[in-house]
């Protein structure tokens, strides 16, 4: 559970750390996601669980 809270605490920080250095950047990248289709954005997040779950593997293992 600690691993857990860990991962997600520092999710926080490297989103936080994004809308803090980049604001407009951000702003722009949202209103590019909402442009695009929804079936593009579910295969992106498809894809990112994929090579999350594998950079865990290979670094847990």
């Known amino acids: 559970m600690a691993d857990l ?3 997600i ?3 926080l920080v490297i989103e ?3 809308f803090a250095l980049f604001p407009r ?3 722009h990248m949202m209103l590019a996601v909402m ?3 929804s079936g593009h954005l579910r295969w ?3 894809f990112a669980i994929v090579v999350g779950c ?3 593997w290979l670094v847990r293992g």
């Open 9 to 11: 605490g520092l999710a």
């Open 54 to 56: 594998a950079l865990v």
């Open 5 to 7: 809270i860990t991962a």
């Open 44 to 46: 992106s997040g498809l």
């Open 25 to 27: 950047g951000v702003k």
């Open 35 to 37: 442009a695009e289709p």
């Open 16 to 18: 936080g750390a994004a």
